[in-house]
C-alpha cells in the first residue's frame, strides 16, 4: 500500500469514529428571554445558567449545540413537534411528554413561589393552597401558560371567574404590575421573579409553602435525535457533576442543584 494510501485510510477511519465520541448530529435550539436562565446579553449572543451549563454539557460529551435567535413560546413548541428543533431547556419530566421526547438527567432546581410585599407576609403566610386565596378573594398574578400543578388547575376556572387572576407573558411585567398594587400575590418561577425583582429594586417575600418543586433536564426530540445522544450528553453530565464544573455554575447564580433564592431585601431605612 503506498504512503498516501494509508494516510487516506487513517483520515478516513478518524472521521468516521467522531459521532461514536459524541452525538449523531448537531443538536439545535432557539432561546427566549428568561433571565437569569436564558437571555440576549449586551453583545447579542445567548447568555444566563442554563446557556452556561448546556454548553459545558455538549463541549463535554463532544456534541455541537448550535443557538439560533429567539423565537416566540408557541411557535417554539410548533417547531419542536415539528422535529424542526432538537432540543429544549429547563423541561419537567411528563409521563405525556415522554411520548414524544427523550429527558436528561436533572442539571438544576426549579421551583414556583408565591409572593407577596414583606410588609404584609405575615398576613398571607398561613395560604397553603389556592382555595384558600378563592376563599379569601385575594387577587394573584399568575403566568398565562404553564402547569403548576392539580390545586391551581382545579381552582384556575374559579379564581378566573371570581376576577381574582391577571396573567402576565414575562416575569419583568409581572413584577411591574405588582409594582403598580394590581394584584396582592404573584406567583411564578422563584429564580426568575427574584431576578426581575431585584433588578427593579423592589422587595419581594415567598410565602412558606412552595406551588411546585421539582429538577429540570434537557428535552431531547425523538424524532431528531437518539437514545446515544441521550447517553452521552447524560455521561458528560455526571463526569462534569463529578469535577464540580455544573455546581460552580449554578453557584455564581446563587442556585445550587436543590435550592432557590425565596425573597429579595427591603430598602435599607435611612
Known sequence: MRKSDFSCCIFAATLISVPALGCSKPMKMTIEQWPPYIYTDAKNQAAG???????????????????????????????????????????????????????????????????????KLEKYQSIDSFGSILKQRITLLAPNAGWYGDDYKSHYFWLNEANLLSPFETFAQAIKMFEVNRAELVM??????????????LPLAALPKLVLNDNVRLMLNKKSTTEADLNALNAAMARLEKRGVLEKIRTQYGMGLNEMPRSTPEPATK
Open 188 to 201: 411564578g418561577d422563584t429564580g426568575a421573579l427574584v431576578y426581575e425583582a431585584k433588578l427593579k429594586k
Open 49 to 119: 445558567l442554563d446557556i452556561e451549563i448546556a454548553k459545558a454539557i455538549f463541549k463535554e460529551a463532544g456534541c455541537i449545540l448550535e443557538i439560533g435567535a429567539e423565537v416566540p413560546r408557541k411557535r417554539r413548541q410548533y417547531m419542536f413537534s415539528k422535529g424542526e428543533i432538537d432540543v429544549m431547556l429547563a423541561a419537567s419530566k411528563t409521563p405525556e411528554r415522554e411520548a414524544f421526547s427523550y429527558f436528561s438527567s436533572p442539571y438544576r432546581n426549579e421551583s414556583v413561589s408565591l409572593f407577596t410585599s414583606p410588609k
